[in-house]
């Protein structure tokens, strides 16, 4: 992990001075003796200097021999002195110097006589001076700093010397080998702050200590080089391979000898190009063995060598569920249930998704339903199924445990699913009953607007190019859309599906489209009916086009999308228009050009429907008795059924089951009253609109298959209340479904 993070620590010798000048001390330092408070900080300093001259004077006196000077008796010299000067740095003829001047606790800092702003300020931490890192790195060692943010780790590089650091750790690795640090780097602000101390025993700064400013001022001897080298590319990747789908890490430190900046880098993967990102080279590898190469380029334009690496990514195994069961042997009906489980998968790679069914053991598999139960209500055995997906997408082996229900009752399926579900719930209906039997609910009133629906469902499977719907459209209405490919494989993405509006008048006209929704292509024709349905409901997506005479523009276009075999194309919009416009839905190859909307075939219809109908919505007001369920079928008989005409074939038709047609029902309570809906026909996923809260899924988890004893949760009237619900039958699904309504008495 520590070969990837590049931080630099500075080689500092330093020396602290008080007012007068000082001189570079030869002899090793006695412990200085603690002042008063009122000066402790500036104390702490000078303890920290001494500290670090005393390791450098030790260096010296091995080499040099020199006689040492006693540094109590130093300090007794600088506290007599009247001037505050600092020390006076002697430079040879053939180097360079820079001298940095920091204030404890300020932002402004002086490098070589330009005054700069700092992001954080040196501070007093523990005791301790810490400065800022990055700054008197590169300021002053003229060194390159790295930070790998997510291991918290600093790599310094200057002139052949490798420095890391890490946030919160107090050792570092200098060329290699551990070294103790008196205080941990920390991260203020963004800023990198480190222990003076560690930079004046590393490196070889000079430093001096204004007293009575509280200045620390730094400088380091440069030398004057005559040559530049090239930098040095590394990298090293954090594992010896990965899964396909997981996240690759690598620790990249490059560095230069000289000192200069690497200022650019080039990062090759075999097989899949050049890139100065390395992250976008590594997404969404297949297994297989990879070489990654990198070369750098210093601030003098001088590149690197290439230096490489085997990347190894191995096949990623789908998750695999250990254990599965529940935390108790037995529950009451009503009672809560609790599942623990254990999964194995690959490092790092969590899970995305939960896929639940429960059933009775008397239930066949398919009568499943696709959710977590969290409760039973009726003795017996059930089945309850666990499948996992991983990030990568990997699906685990479905895993089942059998839910043991007893006699004792803690809570009724009605009290719970009206207390404590959630609108979209199931509703298993445990008990048996036939929600036809419920009495049939008054309808104080009903009215059907003369809006008009205008629908293209037919031939709802194509295979041939060709019109499938063509009809006039005048005034405000509806259009609904569902068509599904059924070309042969070999030609079907070479399918497009437009809607066309064409003015055949001698006056401009404009279309305003609102709650625009058309979405595919998908094959879950089931689902992608509900995701439709709830989408309208939730849109509130306005845009107007003006319609110049003769002229024909596509309101929908699928040419730039892919639409396979199976797949399904639907959608519903709202239109308004200022004249009469002409409609077309087709099925042509994706390069011709819509001129050609003339010359191809008209199809013929199937079972399903097309068609223009007057009606767009049904109102109903009802009043919900008190003390007795009651029911209300939506979609069933031809006397509902709006009306209207074929305009290709001039006949006359009926929309069964009211595609298109919403169902607004007023609802008054007479005592607190649970609504639920009860899909009678043998398919159904659908969403409903609560016009004074919200849109919701119906049901809010997989869908109803031939189950008309099983119902959907819509919600809770209080007693008093008035409430308006919209019904829309899904595109995809089938009519008719119940809506029942359960007051409180007979929960």
């Not at 500075?10 to 603690?34: D, K, R």
């Not at 930070?147 to 490798?162: C, D, L, P, T, Y």
């Not at 009726?378 to 043991?404: C, F, N, R």
């Not at 797949?567 to 994706?590: F, K």
């Amino acid at each position: 992990m520590n070969k990837k993070m590049t931080s630099l620590l500075l080689g500092m010798t330093m020396a602290f001075s008080m007012p007068i000048q000082s001189t570079i001390y030869a002899e090793e330092v006695n412990a200085v003796q603690q002042e008063d408070k009122e000066i402790k900080e500036d104390n702490e300093i000078k303890e920290e200097a001494d500290t670090v001259q005393e390791d450098h004077v030790k260096q010296e006196e091995e080499s040099s021999k020199e006689s040492m000077i006693d540094e109590e008796e130093q300090v007794q010299e600088e506290s007599t002195s009247a001037s505050d000067i600092g020390e006076t740095f002697h430079v040879n003829e053939d180097e360079t110097i820079s001298k940095l001047i920091m204030t404890i606790g300020k932002k402004q800092a002086i490098l070589d006589g330009t005054t700069y702003t700092l992001q954080t300020a040196p501070k007093i931490i523990k005791e301790r001076t810490y400065l800022p890192l990055r700054f008197v790195a590169e300021n002053i060692l003229k060194a390159q700093v790295d930070f790998n943010h997510s291991q918290k780790q600093i790599v310094i590089h200057k002139v052949g010397m490798r420095v890391i650091l890490e946030v919160g750790k107090n050792t570092a690795i200098v060329n290699g080998e551990k070294v103790d640090l008196d205080g941990a780097p920390v991260i203020e602000a963004s800023t990198t702050l480190v222990p003076l101390r560690f930079l004046g025993e590393t490196f070889g700064l000079q430093v001096d200590y204004h007293h009575t400013q509280k200045q620390v001022m730094l400088s380091k001897k440069q030398e004057i080089t005559t040559s530049n080298k090239a930098p040095t590319a590394h990298f090293s990747f954090k594992k010896e391979s990965y899964s396909e789908g997981e996240t690759i890490e690598l620790i990249e430190d490059s560095y230069d000898e000289d000192g200069d900046r690497i200022v650019a880098r080039n990062w090759e993967l075999s097989g899949k190009g050049s890139s100065q990102d390395v992250s976008s080279l590594l997404k969404n590898l297949k297994a297989g063995t990879y070489e990654l190469t990198l070369k750098v380029k210093d601030e003098k334009g001088l590149w690197s060598s290439a230096y490489a690496q085997s990347l190894v990514i191995i096949p990623n195994k789908p998750p695999v569920i250990t254990t599965f069961s529940t935390q108790k042997t037995s529950y009451a009906q009503g009672e809560a249930l609790s599942f623990d489980y254990t999964y194995d998968n690959e490092e790092g790679e969590g899970i995305s998704k939960e896929r639940w069914t429960y059933r009775s053991v008397n239930e066949a598999s398919n009568q499943a339903v696709i959710t977590k139960p969290y409760a039973f209500f009726a003795p017996g055995e059930y089945i309850v199924t666990l499948e996992l997906t991983d990030v990568a997408g990997k699906v685990s082996e479905e895993m089942q445990t059998t839910v043991h229900i007893t006699k004792e009752i803690k809570q009724t399926e009605w009290a719970y699913h009206f207390t404590q579900g959630k609108i979209g719930d199931t509703i298993d209906n445990y008990q048996g009953i036939n929600y036809r039997n419920y009495k049939t609910a008054t309808i104080k009133s009903q009215l059907q607007n003369k809006d008009t629906l205008w629908m293209s469902d037919s031939p709802e499977v194509v295979t041939t190019n060709g019109i499938l719907y063509k009809g006039d459209f005048t005034g405000e209405g509806r259009v609904l859309l569902h068509h599904i490919n059924g070309f042969n494989e070999n030609v079907a993405s070479e399918k497009r599906f437009v809607l066309v509006a064409e003015n055949n008048e001698e006056e401009p006209i404009t279309i305003r489209i609102s709650q625009e929704v058309i979405k595919g292509p998908v094959e879950d024709v089931l689902y992608l009916g509900q995701q439709v349905l709830y989408d309208y409901w939730k849109s509130n997506s306005s845009r107007t086009i003006t319609l110049a005479p003769g002229q024909k523009v596509a309101l929908y276009d699928s040419k730039n999308k892919t639409w396979l075999k199976e797949q399904c194309i639907s959608g519903i919009m709202n239109l308004e228009t200022n004249g009469t416009v002409q409609l077309t839905t087709a099925v042509m190859d994706r390069t011709d050009d819509l001129n050609q909307l003339d010359t191809l075939p008209l199809l013929d219809k199937s079972i399903h429907v097309r068609g223009t109908f007057e009606g767009t919505v049904r109102y109903y007001d009802l009043d919900i008795e008190k003390g007795k369920s009651t029911q209300i079928v939506l979609g069933e008989t031809p006397e509902e059924w709006v009306s209207g005409a074929d305009a290709i074939t001039g006949e006359w038709i009926q929309n069964k089951g009211n595609f298109g047609v919403t169902y607004r029902l007023t609802l008054t309570a007479q005592e607190d009253t649970g609504i639920i809906l009860n899909p009678r026909a043998d398919v159904f996923r659908g969403a409903i609109k609560w016009v004074d809260t919200d849109t919701y899924l119906a049901p809010n988890a997989g869908y109803f298959m031939g189950q008309n004893k099983k119902a959907v949760l819509l919600g809770v009237i209080k007693k008093g209340e008035t409430r308006v619900l919209e019904y829309m039958l899904p595109n995809g699904s089938s009519a008719p479904v119940l809506l029942g309504f359960i007051p409180k008495s007979q929960w």
